[in-house]
């Protein structure tokens, strides 16, 4: 059995957002009651900071400190969500550290960062633009500038869990396994379990104990990648229970041990499921039952 080593979760995600609507649990939170987001301003994607107390969205942008009311907001979606898999790190000699978060980009394609800072007593979120060499922060009306250096090596958030329920239009970019069946995960059991939401049905499916569990509700795998376009995730084909490096780590067992995203073939038709490492196959819901595959696919990272 080859378990990945190099796997990764899709921790953070962005999850749509507007202003009045009662916040995710999950939320990041750069500081109580201020939080991370980002937001569209003409055709750039932006980094700011949304207050709790009002819901509002606040990005910078040419000078000025701009609202917003639909925005994304960035949100922790682990496996274990009392786990904390991201750290505020301070910028060394003005550098952006090692494995900052790629949060936006502009219309002339300049990548853009998240940071936080305190002004005048008051946190703040905005975006380090590293090839003017500064940070640009939101406060009091105004776009304020914070001197910055050259960025090292960075992520992106490219793959998000969006909340899912049965009966809903696919969110934006959702990730589809084949025509009308889409990437999903759920829980039962104390199990986060990798599965399919088939549209022509409505409900998401996992399998379980030998058995094919409906789910109402669940999470949508989508692409939230600054170029949705782009080719950052593709299925590998393995067999046995093993799995690839850069495997997507979607779900774990009450155990935990870890459950990737599988694609196969069950009586003609193409189903998503879970690859179990140490039962040495991989486990597809379908019509009512639980069935083992020993050939299958694995969704994995491309970067």
Known sequence: ?????????????????????????????????????????????????MLLK????????EGKEVQINEYEVLCQTNIFPHQTLYNWVPGSRGKVPVGALLAGITMHEELLYVARATIEGEMSIGKI??????????YGGKELKMKMWPQNKTRQ?????????????PPPHAIEATPGIYVIR??????????????????????????????????????????????????????????????????????????????????????IGKVHPSHGCAYFPWGGDEHAVKCYEVLCFTD
């Open 186 to 271: 759920g829980r039962t059991c104390d199990d986060v379990i990798p599965g399919k939401w088939v549209i022509n049905y409505g409900l998401g499916y996992i399998s379980y104990d030998g058995r094919e569990i409906e789910l109402s509700n669940f999470e949508v795998l989508c692409n939230t990648s600054l170029q949705s376009t782009g080719n950052l995730y593709t299925w590998i084909p393995c067999s046995g229970g093993n799995v690839p490096d850069k495997a997507l780590h979607a779900g774990e067992t009450s155990s935990s041990e870890p459950l990737y995203v599988a694609r196969g073939i069950v009586n003609g038709e193409t189903c």
């Open 157 to 169: 958030a490219h793959l998000s869990w969006l909340p899912g329920c049965a009966g809903q239009i």
């Open 1 to 49: 059995m080859n378990v990945a080593h190099n796997a990764r979760e899709a921790n953070l995600s962005w999850i749509p957002y507007s202003t009045g609507s009662p916040p995710p649990s999950n939320i990041v939170q750069a500081e109580s009651g201020i939080c991370v987001i980002r937001g569209k301003k003409g055709t750039n994607l932006i980094p700011g900071k």
């Open 54 to 61: 009002n819901g509002v969205g606040y990005i910078p942008y």
């Open 129 to 138: 633009n590293c090839s003017q060499k500064f940070a640009l922060l939101t």
